[in-house]
């Protein structure tokens, strides 16, 4: 499973620009879902409000996009979350990192597609032949919605922050953004409300390439720190929709194009050593839902260097809730700045309120508002309330079968 960032959204949308502009949506087949049709709008009405209207085009500020159509009607309003993506029958999903074994002779797509729109072609459209359109979005974590025109000044599109590609701030301007901002550069640059679009991974590569630690406080951000961060923030998602989101033609020093290994090979060490680094940092990965797929390292290269030449040692620890990766040798804290601990609440795995060990190395950070984001609050709160809540449930249905009994 993996986040979905501006560029493979800007990918999604040239595909409908591209082959869907000027068809008329003769059908769509829908399926039930309460959560992924959001915003008042169910699978029948959304269907229903559609069908019979010509796509115009497509539209995208940060991650979430939107067809324009012909006629009077909300037009309707896509956001993939960590899952979502978009397929034409009989071509392979839009993904920005290919599944090794998904087929394009599946159709529908497995394992859940809650939309397919069947289109057929007008006088002046983009092509002469019928297109099926669906929509996958396997963990239901995509949302599906009518809104009314213009999109962009309605919610939730209207709650959004800058876009990096289409609305980049100037320096004066972002630094007049960021003056009174709290928490971690990482926390911040992924907060949907400050900049849209900035997924987990863009928000990593965007830190390396600006030299900066993830943790870092946005108050103790420098002069020259600021400037490298308004550079790379808009320079990351530029050259990632340069290349239409293919990973393959990322760049070769990128750390994208190495984090997928989790780095245990960076570094020379004992293979005891490297397959227990391997396993702590598999954990980790899986618990913020990044998947084994097609190896994206450059050919004929066996580690991300340095300047100097030498490998990089690629770590990773949580911020804001999310798998971060950070190259330890280019990436510092500033002097004096220490980066604390998680503190336990108490509940399952806690020891009297002090820092336990977990999943490998924690990181304070503020959460960010992304909607990819797990749900908001501290994860140890979170964790801890679903488990006090189960105990409190297991001691009122005990408590209920005694007085039967009785």
Avoid at 240 to 265: I, M, T
Avoid at 334 to 360: F, L, N, Q, Y
Wanted: net charge positive.
């Amino acid at each position: 499973m993996l986040a979905y960032r501006l560029s493979e959204v800007e990918r999604a949308r040239r595909l409908i620009q591209d082959t869907c502009k000027g068809y008329k949506i003769k059908s769509v087949d829908s399926t039930e879902d309460k959560i992924v049709y959001t915003g008042g709008t169910n699978h029948e009405e959304f269907a229903k409000e559609i069908t019979g209207r010509t796509i115009t085009g497509c539209e995208r500020k940060g991650k979430t996009f939107w067809m324009t159509l012909s006629g009077k009607g909300r037009y309707p309003v896509m956001h993939f979350g960590m899952t979502g993506m978009l397929q034409l029958k009989g071509e392979e999903p839009t993904w920005y990192r290919r599944r090794p074994k998904e087929s394009v002779k599946t159709w529908p797509p497995r394992p859940f597609c809650p939309s397919i729109l069947k289109l057929e072609p007008q006088k002046g459209s983009i092509g002469d032949h019928p297109v099926e359109l669906a929509f996958i979005d396997g963990r239901r974590l995509g949302r599906l919605r009518l809104v009314a025109p213009p999109v962009i000044d309605q919610p939730p599109v209207s709650a959004l922050g800058f876009d990096p590609v289409l609305s980049h701030p100037t320096f004066e301007e972002f630094k007049k953004l960021i003056a009174k901002k709290k928490g971690t550069v990482k926390g911040m640059i992924m907060d949907q409300a400050f900049s849209a679009g900035v997924g987990n991974w863009v928000a990593d590569e965007v830190l390396y390439q600006a030299r900066i630690h993830p943790s870092c406080p946005v108050n103790h951000l420098s002069e020259q720190n600021i400037k490298d961060l308004h550079h790379q923030l808009r320079a990351v998602p530029l050259k990632a929709v340069e290349v239409n989101a293919d990973s393959r033609k990322f760049p070769e020093d990128w750390l994208f194009r190495w984090r997928w290994g989790k780095g245990v090979k960076q570094k020379r060490g004992s293979d005891k050593e490297n397959d227990r680094k391997k396993e702590q940092q598999q954990q980790l990965a899986a618990s913020d839902g990044e998947e084994e797929e097609e190896d994206v390292k450059p050919k004929g290269k066996d580690f991300l260097a340095l300047p100097d030449g030498s490998p990089a040692t690629i770590t990773f620890v949580e911020v804001g809730g999310r798998t971060t990766a950070v190259v330890t040798e280019l990436q510092k804290m500033p002097d004096g700045v220490e980066i604390k601990p998680k503190i336990s609440k108490g509940g399952k795995g806690s020891r009297g309120g002090k820092p336990i060990p977990s999943r490998g190395k924690r990181v304070a950070g503020s959460r960010n508002n992304d909607d990819e984001s797990r749900p908001t609050g501290k994860d140890d709160d979170h964790r801890h309330g679903i488990l006090t809540t189960s105990l409190n449930v297991s001691i009122f249905v005990g408590s209920l079968v005694k007085l039967i009994e009785l």
